[in-house]
């Protein structure tokens, strides 16, 4: 299983498939294998385990490892920051999925919607006449009972 939950063939090779050992990863990364071990040690990136407890790091961790070197070398960031911007980073990639899922839930109600809107409009009796308020005019009445006549 890939680190997201989702079944994945074992011989397809991908980004996120652990294949590197530390040494490799190492040279790829530039960096030494015991900043490797210390960066696994603090969370900032945590390879794959073999059934013998060895770390494999995939394409994405040699890629977050080149990320988390230029934080620190480049922008002069410390570590516990390097880990906070990493966390905020996946929070965010969370949230635009999230935010894309719902819209497709959105699109799919408001479809719906429209079908369900049709179905009725197309359901109406054509022998009634749709009743439209017409404006009266206003006008003043004034009633005034006759008077009787008078004898003089």
Do not use: F
């Amino acid at each position: 299983m890939e680190r997201d939950g989702r079944r994945r063939n074992p011989y397809q090779l991908t980004d996120e498939t652990p294949v590197y050992v530390i040494s490799v990863a190492a040279q790829l990364s530039g960096l030494h294998p015991q900043t490797l071990r210390q960066y696994d040690r603090l969370g900032l990136v945590s390879p794959d385990r073999t059934a013998g407890r060895g770390r494999r790091y995939s394409a994405r961790d040699i890629e977050l490892l080149r990320q988390v070197q230029a934080l620190s070398q480049d922008e002069g960031i410390n570590l516990a920051g390097i880990k906070r911007i990493i966390e905020l980073e996946h929070q965010v990639a969370a949230l635009q999925a999230r935010v894309a899922e719902l819209s497709a839930a959105v699109d799919g109600a408001a479809a719906a919607m429209q079908q369900r809107e049709a179905q009725v409009h197309a359901s109406y009796r054509r022998d009634l006449v749709p009743y439209q308020d017409v404006q009266q005019a206003s006008a003043l009445v004034v009633w005034r009972p006759k008077q009787p006549k008078r004898d003089m």
